[in-house]
């Protein structure tokens, strides 16, 4: 019987002798003085636990890396400057970083490229430990992923212009084009200051889009920027207008099983930013370092200290990300999800779920209504003013007329707008009431050029199979006979309203593009934006309709 107790008693001499030391390890951790002390103790921990199996799934996520000796760390493969994957090279801030927190645990780094897409579902699916991804500090995504105290980077988005263009602040931006990434979540303080935004899928565009000269004014974060902005030749041509919107940069782990973990990251970054350690990456990789001179500062100084656990240095709040939610946000979601559920359709309402998104799509409509209105009507004034000149007998008053009809037609209408653009831009001060009367005017002249045509066409028909007639019953039985083709540019009109968004007029298409840079589901979002216009012109073909019959009942062809 003695032999075969033997190897229990051995089993349970093991197990005791591995309390002991985790005991110990915990004693230590709890007198350690000095993040150094506590994060040897916490790994010494770690290591004991690891040793004593790693096949259950409840252990901390710092246990689980012991086991494999392998920290996974979720890495970009694309930003210049922190993270760039070139084959098998790595390069970057952020890629040296990871590199030094696996060492400073005592594992090997496994980089896994991510994105901003996928980065928060790996580590909540586990298929890394870490992410140290250019992901922002923010009150939307605090809910979702445990970020690390203290942050390693902080960015805030700037505008790049010519350095020739007058840019100092808000008020220069009213009515611009900015060139903007897709899902940025500062968009919408561009969109509210006025700023027309040109949507792009990844920061690289918009350098391409101002080497191309398709973007005038760009915006992004500063910390994609600092290449460029190192280049003699770049920066000699272009200039950090200002910035906005300065958002931490945090290392995230899951939510739940990775406390420990977050504990050994934090002490790890302590250490860190007190070294120097931070500074001296950045600064091999031409980043800027006032932000982590200020945490080297705090975490030598207060941070150090028992007080300094309170002090706001040590423990940045996260960037507010969160925009107000309509009152009626709650319906807009059901009314979602019974879409999705019942028909399953996917459909996303974003423009009815915040505050500043409805405020611009509400804006959207007034203006969308308003351009509809002032252009039918300026394509009425205009048919009427080249119909009675095109069709006077006088030489004088025909032939400008006619010229302007040849003009108008040859000119594409995009054309026409650009000119009506600049035009205003000499003239008077770029806002969007008078970037709406330039397009009110342009779309009147291109459709009214036309109508007024046909009137003048009719008119001559007139004369030569009635002979001389009185000037003003001739021209107004001549636009009752016109009603047709009057009522098809009035239409066209109409249809070709959303065209002004290429000038910056804040019309509906205007507005949900801003909205669109900063939610999602953009698909929904010009869905939404096809069917205001099918209904738009459906009104517009009625009441025309309409006037068609008043006119034709006038000249008594009805």
């Known amino acids: 019987m003695r032999g075969k107790q033997s190897p229990r008693r051995l089993l349970l001499l093991g197990l005791l002798a591995g309390l002991l030391v985790l005991v110990q390890s915990t004693l230590a951790l709890a007198a350690a003085t000095t993040p150094d002390e506590t994060l040897a103790a916490l790994l010494s921990q770690a290591r004991t636990e690891a040793g004593h199996g790693c096949k259950g799934d409840r252990a901390d996520r710092l246990v689980r890396v012991m086991c494999a000796h392998t920290l996974r760390i979720g890495v970009r493969t694309d930003y210049p400057q922190f993270a760039l994957r070139n084959g098998d090279t790595w390069d970057g801030y952020e890629i040296d970083l990871a590199r030094a927190v696996a060492a400073k645990l005592g594992v090997t780094a496994e980089l896994v490229p991510v994105s901003p897409a996928n980065r928060i579902s790996a580590l909540a699916e586990g298929q890394v430990d870490v992410v140290i991804a250019t992901m922002g500090y923010t009150t939307g995504r605090a809910p979702l992923v445990q970020f690390i105290n203290p942050d390693y980077y902080e960015s805030e988005t700037v505008l790049i212009a010519d350095r020739a263009m007058p ?112 500074i001296g990456m950045a600064r091999a990789h031409q980043i800027a370092t006032q932000f982590l001179e200020k945490q080297q500062a705090a975490w030598r100084g207060v941070c150090a200290t028992e007080a300094g656990r309170n002090d706001a240095a040590c423990d940045l709040p996260p960037a507010t990300s969160d925009l107000q939610p309509t009152r009626f946000a709650p319906q807009v ?123 003048a066409e009719t008119v001559a028909a007139i004369r030569l199979d009635a002979g001389p007639a009185g000037e003003p019953q001739l021209f107004f039985r001549g636009v009752c006979l016109s009603a047709k083709q009057i009522e098809a540019f009035l239409i066209n009109a109409a249809k070709g309203t959303p065209v002004a968004s290429f000038i910056g007029a804040p019309e509906l298409l205007n507005q949900l593009t801003d909205i669109g840079s900063f939610a999602s589901s953009r698909a929904s979002i010009y869905w939404v934006m096809l069917a205001f216009y099918i209904l738009i012109v459906a009104v517009v073909v009625r009441l025309s309709a309409s006037l068609r019959g008043f006119l034709q009942r006038r000249a008594g062809l009805a």
């Open 167 to 278: 840019i100092g602040g808000w008020h220069d931006i009213s009515g611009q084009s900015i060139c903007v990434t897709v899902g940025n979540n500062s968009s919408w303080e561009l969109a509210e200051h006025g700023a027309r935004l040109m949507l792009y899928t990844s920061p690289q565009q918009l350098l391409s889009g101002l080497a191309h000269d398709e973007c005038q004014i760009v915006a992004q974060d500063s910390s994609f920027f600092a290449r460029s902005l190192s280049d003699p030749d770049f920066a000699r041509r272009y200039a950090l207008k200002f910035g906005f919107a300065p958002v931490p940069w945090g290392m995230a782990v899951a939510r739940t099983g990775a406390s420990e973990l977050q504990q050994a990251l934090s002490l790890t970054l302590q250490i860190f930013h007190r070294d120097g350690v931070l």
């Open 333 to 455: 979601a059901a009314v979602e999800a019974w879409l999705s559920n019942r028909l399953g359709i996917s459909v996303a309402l974003p423009m009815l779920q915040t505050e500043h998104a409805w405020l611009l799509f509400r804006a959207g409509i007034v203006n969308s209504l308003l351009l509809v209105a002032g252009t039918i009507a300026a394509t009425l004034l205009v048919a009427l003013g080249i119909g009675a000149l095109a069709s006077t007998s006088s030489r004088v008053l025909r032939w400008p007329a006619r010229m302007l009809v040849i003009v108008l037609q040859s000119s594409p209408p995009i054309m026409t707008l650009i000119v009506a653009a600049a035009l205003l831009r000499g003239f008077a001060e770029f806002t969007p009431v008078t970037v709406m009367i330039a397009a009110i005017a342009a779309l009147g002249l291109i459709n009214g050029a036309n109508a007024g045509q046909a009137i």
